[in-house]
């Protein structure tokens, strides 16, 4: 399964610099869709609470009937009403 990583191919496409997006990397769509490059696994999920690790620490992602839309090995996509994104 071949994920589409966009904000790579962002990267490549307009010459910037290897050292930008080095850790992790969010877009939030609305708050109906967050996209996440650079996680490194799951640590907890129900449909209230996603967190996940990154490099330096964690994320925590609360909302209402979230759900994961995409999870490969860098890439994930969290789809439900999000309201709080924070990072420890």
Not at 31 to 51: A, M, P, V
Not at 52 to 69: A, P, T
Request: a positive charge.
């Amino acid at each position: 399964m071949n994920i589409f990583n966009y904000l790579s191919e962002l990267k490549k496409d307009l010459h910037l610099p290897d050292t930008m997006f080095t850790s992790y990397n969010i877009i939030n769509i609305s708050g109906n869709l967050l996209y996440i490059e650079g996680h490194n696994g799951l640590i907890s999920i129900s449909t209230e609470t996603i967190i996940f690790k990154i490099k330096k620490g964690k994320i925590e992602v609360k909302g209402k009937n979230l759900f994961l839309k995409i999870l490969s090995e860098n890439t994930l996509a969290i789809q439900g009403k999000i309201y709080k994104i924070e990072v420890f």
